[in-house]
């Protein structure tokens, strides 16, 4: 069946970005994403395009091109699902909260409120599509609520993972590695692969069993962190070895059975999935009683931790230990270059720290705004709001941030930190001026010249 009317829940990282290419390369198809949350909808659809709740290279145009077109963003859910052959479910799944598996299984609650309200709405057949990252074994629950709570009409569940980075989510989805689509009805998966085939050819299409399909996503993102924290366990070595973790990855990348992507040492891997998923398998693990599985994996979050208590520790350490009083200067705050996204960025534990020790944090990003980084501080519930305000400066310019710092420490690799008049800078700081870089993406010999104490990761 050629799919005319695409609906998708939840208009966020995933939803906007993937939909927004769908569109682009489906002209015929229209598709509407609604959200509950009317703020983030009124963004999508301000006509200032910097506006947008999302920060991604390349998604302001072609929501130019194809916003009232053939996309359209709307909080009238039960509308765009009843007029939608195919429904894509993108909603939030993050790690619990409360209650059993606090703190490692996935919440799902709002998956299930999407189900419920696609069985209720809906009044004709229709395709729903997992997009959001779910344990395996979720769309058993999906089906059964369809099943059991709609109005008989027939339901196809499929699995269709997404793989897009953000930063590069534009060029990810122009481009997968692959489009992943798991399910049972060879008729329904079908449909959603010609709406890929506008631009992905056949054989990068995977169909799969809707288990497999599920499991993989998490496996992806599994192995993923798993190369990070691998490489940044071997950063500490290098530290007491003499040995240069650039260059050894750069020596074992360079074997075609290794490969050189995902081997940068770094203050530790953040953003939305990788900690959440690994949570997520873990805990799936567990209750499975598969506990040498979930002790392996548990093990890449536990040496991500200690990454980033290990960069505050040392900066706290190298500053005579103390920074009580002192001024630390964070650049960037967002959980990689070329987002906004900053949710369990590394910069919001190193910050929380210093804070924890009286340092006062000044803070520059390019993209993050100044309420963001107080929500982020604030939701660690470590200390009053007020605190966080009165300790924590957001600056508009990096010169802001740095002027009478005792250090400065890189959170975020954006590429304009290398660029900085960095003569400059060290002017404005106090002596001896000392730089923590959390990406090493500085030039090394260049900082020392100037006569920064230079200090990076694995080196
Ligand atoms: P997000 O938090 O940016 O967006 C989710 C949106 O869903 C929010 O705007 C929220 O208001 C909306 N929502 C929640 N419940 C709703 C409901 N019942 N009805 C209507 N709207 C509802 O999340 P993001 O980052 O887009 O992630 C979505 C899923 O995709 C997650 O499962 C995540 O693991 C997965 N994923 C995320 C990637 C990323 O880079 N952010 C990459 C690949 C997968």
Redesign the pocket.
Same mark, same amino acid.
């Given at each position: 069946m050629k799919v005319k009317n695409i609906c998708c %829940?939840?208009?966020?990282? *995933?939803?906007g970005p993937t939909m927004a290419v769908i569109a682009q390369k489906n002209p015929e198809i229209k598709v509407t994403i *609604?959200? %509950?949350?009317e703020e983030?909808i009124n963004a999508w659809n301000d006509s200032d395009l910097s506006k947008l709740p999302i920060y991604e290279p390349g998604l302001a145009e072609i929501i130019k091109d194809t916003r009232g077109k053939n996309l359209f963003f709307s909080t009238e859910?039960d509308e765009a699902i009843d007029r939608s052959e195919m429904i894509f479910i993108? *909603?939030?799944?993050p790690t619990k909260t409360y209650g059993k598996g606090k703190g490692q299984a996935a919440d799902l609650k709002?998956i299930e409120?999407?189900a419920r309200?696609i069985a209720k709405v809906a009044t004709t057949d229709k395709i729903v599509v997992e997009?959001?990252?779910?344990p395996v074994r979720t769309a058993e629950a999906v089906k059964s609520i369809l099943d059991n709570t709609g109005n008989g009409i027939n339901f196809h569940i499929l699995s269709n993972?997404?793989?897009?980075?953000?930063g590069t989510a534009i060029e990810d989805l122009l481009n997968p590695d692959r489009v992943l689509i798991g399910g049972e009805s060879e008729e329904a998966i079908d449909s959603l692969a010609m709406v890929y085939n506008s631009w992905v050819p056949e054989d990068q299409i995977l169909r799969t069993n809707i288990w497999s399909s599920e499991l993989s996503k998490l496996t992806a993102n599994a192995f993923l962190a798993q190369r990070v924290s691998s490489i940044n366990a071997i950063s500490e070595l290098c530290e007491h070895t003499e040995a240069n973790v650039d260059e050894v990855a750069r020596a074992i990348g360079m074997d075609s059975r290794i490969g050189p992507k995902f081997l940068k040492a770094s203050v530790g891997f953040g953003?939305?999935?990788f900690q959440?998923?690994i949570l997520s398998l873990v805990y799936i693990a567990r209750n499975y009683n598969l506990n040498e599985v979930a002790d392996y994996w548990e093990q890449v979050i536990i040496m991500n931790d200690h990454q980033k208590r290990r960069f505050s520790d040392n900066l706290i350490k190298t500053l005579y230990n103390t920074v009580s009083g002192k001024k630390i200067a964070l650049l960037g705050w967002a959980f990689k270059k070329d987002t906004n996204?900053t949710r369990e960025s590394a910069a919001i534990y190193v910050a929380d720290h210093l804070l924890n020790e009286q340092a006062q944090i000044s803070v520059y990003d390019p993209k993050v705004p100044k309420q963001k980084v107080y929500a982020d501080l604030n939701y660690l519930n470590t200390r009053s709001e007020k605190e966080n305000e009165t300790n924590v400066a957001v600056e508009n310019s990096p010169y802001d941030a740095i002027d009478g710092a005792h250090a400065i420490a890189i959170m975020t690799e954006w590429d304009e930190f290398r660029n900085y008049d960095w003569e400059e800078i060290y002017n404005k700081m106090k002596k001896p001026a000392f730089v923590f870089d959390g990406r090493n993406i500085l030039d090394k010999n260049k900082i020392n010249k100037i006569g920064f104490k230079y200090y990076s990761i694995g080196q």
């Amino acid at each position: 069946m050629k799919v005319k009317n695409i609906c998708c %829940i939840g208009a966020g990282y *995933v939803g906007g970005p993937t939909m927004a290419v769908i569109a682009q390369k489906n002209p015929e198809i229209k598709v509407t994403i *609604v959200d %509950i949350n009317e703020e983030r909808i009124n963004a999508w659809n301000d006509s200032d395009l910097s506006k947008l709740p999302i920060y991604e290279p390349g998604l302001a145009e072609i929501i130019k091109d194809t916003r009232g077109k053939n996309l359209f963003f709307s909080t009238e859910i039960d509308e765009a699902i009843d007029r939608s052959e195919m429904i894509f479910i993108s *909603v939030n799944t993050p790690t619990k909260t409360y209650g059993k598996g606090k703190g490692q299984a996935a919440d799902l609650k709002y998956i299930e409120l999407c189900a419920r309200n696609i069985a209720k709405v809906a009044t004709t057949d229709k395709i729903v599509v997992e997009k959001s990252t779910l344990p395996v074994r979720t769309a058993e629950a999906v089906k059964s609520i369809l099943d059991n709570t709609g109005n008989g009409i027939n339901f196809h569940i499929l699995s269709n993972p997404e793989f897009l980075a953000e930063g590069t989510a534009i060029e990810d989805l122009l481009n997968p590695d692959r489009v992943l689509i798991g399910g049972e009805s060879e008729e329904a998966i079908d449909s959603l692969a010609m709406v890929y085939n506008s631009w992905v050819p056949e054989d990068q299409i995977l169909r799969t069993n809707i288990w497999s399909s599920e499991l993989s996503k998490l496996t992806a993102n599994a192995f993923l962190a798993q190369r990070v924290s691998s490489i940044n366990a071997i950063s500490e070595l290098c530290e007491h070895t003499e040995a240069n973790v650039d260059e050894v990855a750069r020596a074992i990348g360079m074997d075609s059975r290794i490969g050189p992507k995902f081997l940068k040492a770094s203050v530790g891997f953040g953003g939305s999935c990788f900690q959440k998923d690994i949570l997520s398998l873990v805990y799936i693990a567990r209750n499975y009683n598969l506990n040498e599985v979930a002790d392996y994996w548990e093990q890449v979050i536990i040496m991500n931790d200690h990454q980033k208590r290990r960069f505050s520790d040392n900066l706290i350490k190298t500053l005579y230990n103390t920074v009580s009083g002192k001024k630390i200067a964070l650049l960037g705050w967002a959980f990689k270059k070329d987002t906004n996204d900053t949710r369990e960025s590394a910069a919001i534990y190193v910050a929380d720290h210093l804070l924890n020790e009286q340092a006062q944090i000044s803070v520059y990003d390019p993209k993050v705004p100044k309420q963001k980084v107080y929500a982020d501080l604030n939701y660690l519930n470590t200390r009053s709001e007020k605190e966080n305000e009165t300790n924590v400066a957001v600056e508009n310019s990096p010169y802001d941030a740095i002027d009478g710092a005792h250090a400065i420490a890189i959170m975020t690799e954006w590429d304009e930190f290398r660029n900085y008049d960095w003569e400059e800078i060290y002017n404005k700081m106090k002596k001896p001026a000392f730089v923590f870089d959390g990406r090493n993406i500085l030039d090394k010999n260049k900082i020392n010249k100037i006569g920064f104490k230079y200090y990076s990761i694995g080196q």
